[in-house]
């Protein structure tokens, strides 16, 4: 099993999202984040008082995907969350040890 | 100076030119009556209350104190950070109560009476302290021959001014206050600013009285200067308190260094929206009948101000290519005060241009000269109230010539009153001998007090509790929960 972590642009998510359902992606969980990157941080102007924020909104979701369609989330979402511009985000990917279902108690593949 | 008695000149809108046929026949059998059994001999009668007048007073009474609470509380609560929402807040209501307090026991009487003081032209002494003589019959002069409102209801209305002026300060000094010697301040500087440049600005005789005592009229009355609804008495006043609190006071910690956005431009919005409604009672109210010149202060004070809001707007799409909206309402709040010494004076035309070059100079005071000086007037009340005042009331010389459509000034030393003749350079140079004299005026107590409570009481809160922020180490709340 593999642990997806994608930080993409706020806009992109429902299209993201309608994109990984269509792939057969049950379940992800989506945060609100602030972070940097190469991308420049905005200014904001207040009666001339000038305020730049280094860190700009990003959403973080994290996927939990068995291994045969691990590689295919991964493609789905940089396809699909791509604008071309610098601050599109990036995706990690990493190994998942165990997942289990709280109500029922399964664990592995059939957990997610 | 040079025009003291030989043209003593009115504030605003003149019984002469009372064009209601219906108002016409009673001035002048009131002024003829007057003529004949002496001057002195006037008495007003309840018959010359018109109700009209009185709807009108009232309801423009309650329109000013709507801009204090809730419209400047949230005009001025949406710009600071959220830790520091509920001290601007209770920082304007509180003053509200305690001014309408101090109106009525000292004040009405040291701006509106000329008795029982060494100094008729600068205040007015104690005689009608706590509304003494004040009853439902006595009554308080216009500013047309022969029409009265109830005393009560000048008393309210003024007391409305006297409520909002101190409030305005508060912004200079947001966010790092203690609040207890606010409250101190604000009951001494009314005392020692505002009544005396309120009784120099506003207080004479009354058009039917004039003529008798030809010098029983506030100081800068005399002079002739010009402020319909308040540029030098609430603008000015309270702009320069401001900078002057701002700069003993000192600068925010962080300032400069962290960021202070405002926590909600959304209050802001909804703040200075419900200024400009409410200033229609402050501008309009102001010509004390509900009349042509009410309604002339009426449209000035619409298109004076939506000219200033959009050159602000203009000028940021020029600057920064983003229209921001606290930059709009900064231009209607600029070209509310700027049209506030002129509005019963100016064509809407020449207050269109009144309000366009206020903003503009509003402009570049709160973005360049604030960031050169380095002074920390968190909101703006000099670069906007002061600023804004300056411009109205030296502008205020040039709109009301008659040669640009102005209304003029109204000379009352005759029984009836008449349209004095308008010298703009003269009237220019009167406008500014009144705002100077309002500058240092106010400019020397205002220091004198925030010196006197820096060194006693203190002026500001210790570092971590401004740190932590005021709502909670002042008050003892959170707004925001």
Same mark, same amino acid.
């Given at each position: 099993?593999?642990?997806?972590?994608?930080?993409?642009?706020?806009?992109?998510?429902?299209?993201?999202?309608?994109?990984?359902?269509?792939?057969?992606?049950?379940?992800?969980?989506?945060?609100?984040?602030?972070?940097?990157?190469?991308?420049?941080?905005?200014?904001?102007?207040?009666?001339?008082?000038?305020?730049?924020?280094?860190?700009?909104?990003?959403?973080?979701?994290?996927?939990?995907?068995?291994?045969?369609?691990?590689?295919?989330?991964?493609?789905?979402?940089?396809?699909?969350?791509?604008?071309?511009?610098?601050?599109?985000?990036?995706?990690?990917?990493?190994?998942?040890?165990?997942?289990?279902?709280?109500?029922?108690?399964?664990?592995?593949?059939?957990?997610? | 100076?040079?025009?003291?008695?030989?043209?003593?000149?009115?504030?605003?809108?003149?019984?002469?030119?009372?064009?209601?046929?219906?108002?016409?026949?009673?001035?002048?059998?009131?002024?003829?009556?007057?003529?004949?059994?002496?001057?002195?001999?006037?008495?007003?009668?309840?018959?010359?209350?018109?109700?009209?007048?009185?709807?009108?007073?009232?309801?423009?009474?309650?329109?000013?104190?709507?801009?204090?609470?809730?419209?400047?509380?949230?005009?001025?609560?949406?710009?600071?950070?959220?830790?520091?929402?509920?001290?601007?807040?209770?920082?304007?209501?509180?003053?509200?109560?305690?001014?309408?307090?101090?109106?009525?026991?000292?004040?009405?009487?040291?701006?509106?009476?000329?008795?029982?003081?060494?100094?008729?032209?600068?205040?007015?002494?104690?005689?009608?302290?706590?509304?003494?003589?004040?009853?439902?019959?006595?009554?308080?002069?216009?500013?047309?021959?022969?029409?009265?409102?109830?005393?009560?209801?000048?008393?309210?209305?003024?007391?409305?001014?006297?409520?909002?002026?101190?409030?305005?300060?508060?912004?200079?000094?947001?966010?790092?206050?203690?609040?207890?010697?606010?409250?101190?301040?604000?009951?001494?500087?009314?005392?020692?600013?505002?009544?005396?440049?309120?009784?120099?600005?506003?207080?004479?005789?009354?058009?039917?009285?004039?003529? !008798?005592?030809?010098?029983?009229?506030?100081?800068?009355? &005399?002079?002739?200067?010009?402020?319909?609804?308040?540029?030098?008495?609430?603008?000015?006043?309270?702009?320069?308190?401001?900078?002057?609190?701002?700069?003993?006071?000192?600068?925010?910690?962080?300032?400069?260094?962290?960021?202070?956005?405002?926590?909600?431009?959304?209050?802001?919005?909804?703040?200075?929206?419900?200024?400009?409604?409410?200033?229609?009672?402050?501008?309009?109210?102001?010509?004390?009948?509900?009349?042509?010149?009410?309604?002339?202060?009426?449209?000035?004070?619409?298109?004076?101000?939506?000219?200033?809001?959009?050159?602000?707007?203009?000028?940021?799409?020029?600057?920064?290519?983003?229209?921001?909206?606290?930059?709009?309402?900064?231009?209607?709040?600029? &070209?509310?005060?700027?049209?506030?010494?002129?509005?019963?004076? !100016?064509?809407?035309?020449?207050?269109?241009?009144?309000?366009?070059?206020?903003?503009?100079?509003?402009?570049?005071?709160?973005?360049?000269?604030?960031?050169?000086?380095?002074?920390?007037?968190?909101?703006?009340?000099?670069?906007?109230?002061?600023?804004?005042?300056?411009?109205?009331?030296?502008?205020?010389?040039?709109?009301?010539?008659?040669?640009?459509?102005?209304?003029?000034?109204?000379?009352?030393?005759?029984?009836?009153?008449?349209?004095?003749?308008?010298?703009?350079?003269?009237?220019?140079?009167?406008?500014?001998?009144?705002?100077?004299?309002?500058?240092?005026?106010?400019?020397?107590?205002?220091?004198?007090?925030?010196?006197?409570?820096?060194?006693?009481?203190?002026?500001?809160?210790?570092?971590?509790?401004?740190?932590?922020?005021?709502?909670?180490?002042?008050?003892?709340?959170?707004?925001?929960?």
């Amino acid at each position: 099993m593999k642990f997806i972590i994608a930080i993409i642009k706020p806009f992109k998510l429902d299209t993201v999202r309608e994109a990984l359902s269509g792939i057969g992606i049950a379940g992800m969980t989506v945060t609100e984040v602030k972070g940097f990157g190469r991308q420049k941080g905005q200014t904001e102007i207040y009666r001339g008082a000038e305020y730049s924020t280094n860190m700009l909104p990003k959403v973080k979701l994290e996927i939990a995907a068995s291994d045969e369609i691990a590689a295919q989330v991964v493609e789905t979402i940089q396809q699909t969350a791509n604008t071309g511009a610098i601050g599109d985000g990036k995706i990690f990917v990493l190994d998942l040890a165990s997942a289990t279902r709280i109500r029922t108690g399964e664990s592995g593949e059939t957990a997610l | 100076m040079k025009r003291i008695l030989s043209t003593t000149a009115a504030l605003a809108t003149g019984a002469c030119l009372l064009a209601a046929p219906a108002f016409a026949a009673p001035v002048a059998d009131a002024a003829a009556a007057a003529a004949e059994a002496a001057p002195a001999a006037f008495t007003p009668t309840a018959e010359m209350v018109n109700k009209g007048d009185v709807a009108w007073m009232m309801v423009s009474t309650a329109l000013v104190l709507m801009m204090s609470v809730p419209a400047l509380a949230l005009f001025y609560g949406g710009l600071v950070r959220a830790k520091n929402m509920l001290s601007v807040l209770m920082q304007v209501l509180t003053i509200v109560c305690v001014a309408a307090l101090v109106w009525f026991g000292w004040g009405y009487s040291m701006a509106f009476t000329s008795t029982g003081t060494p100094f008729p032209a600068l205040f007015g002494g104690l005689d009608k302290a706590f509304l003494k003589g004040v009853s439902v019959t006595s009554l308080a002069a216009t500013f047309s021959n022969g029409v009265y409102l109830p005393e009560l209801v000048f008393v309210m209305f003024q007391m409305t001014f006297a409520c909002i002026t101190p409030a305005l300060i508060v912004g200079a000094f947001a966010e790092r206050v203690k609040f207890t010697s606010l409250i101190i301040f604000v009951v001494a500087w009314m005392t020692l600013a505002y009544f005396p440049i309120a009784h120099m600005v506003w207080y004479w005789a009354g058009p039917d009285f004039l003529h !008798a005592a030809p010098t029983d009229m506030g100081l800068l009355w &005399g002079w002739g200067a010009l402020d319909f609804a308040g540029g030098t008495v609430v603008h000015i006043n309270a702009g320069i308190a401001g900078l002057i609190g701002c700069l003993i006071i000192g600068p925010r910690i962080g300032y400069k260094k962290e960021p202070m956005p405002p926590h909600s431009l959304v209050m802001t919005m909804i703040g200075a929206s419900l200024l400009w409604i409410g200033w229609f009672g402050f501008n309009a109210g102001s010509a004390l009948e509900s009349n042509a010149f009410a309604a002339l202060a009426f449209v000035n004070t619409f298109v004076a101000t939506a000219a200033a809001g959009a050159a602000w707007a203009i000028i940021e799409q020029i600057t920064h290519k983003k229209p921001s909206l606290l930059g709009a309402v900064s231009g209607v709040v600029a &070209g509310l005060v700027a049209i506030t010494p002129a509005a019963g004076f !100016a064509h809407p035309g020449t207050a269109i241009i009144l309000g366009a070059v206020a903003s503009v100079i509003c402009y570049f005071f709160v973005t360049t000269v604030k960031n050169k000086l380095g002074y920390d007037d968190s909101l703006d009340v000099f670069g906007i109230h002061a600023v804004g005042g300056i411009v109205g009331a030296i502008g205020t010389g040039i709109v009301a010539d008659p040669a640009l459509g102005g209304q003029g000034w109204i000379d009352y030393t005759a029984p009836v009153a008449k349209a004095g003749e308008f010298d703009m350079v003269g009237q220019v140079i009167t406008q500014c001998w009144a705002v100077g004299t309002t500058i240092v005026w106010t400019g020397v107590v205002s220091a004198a007090l925030f010196l006197i409570l820096k060194y006693t009481l203190g002026l500001r809160p210790d570092a971590e509790a401004e740190t932590n922020g005021l709502d909670i180490s002042e008050h003892g709340e959170r707004a925001y929960n």
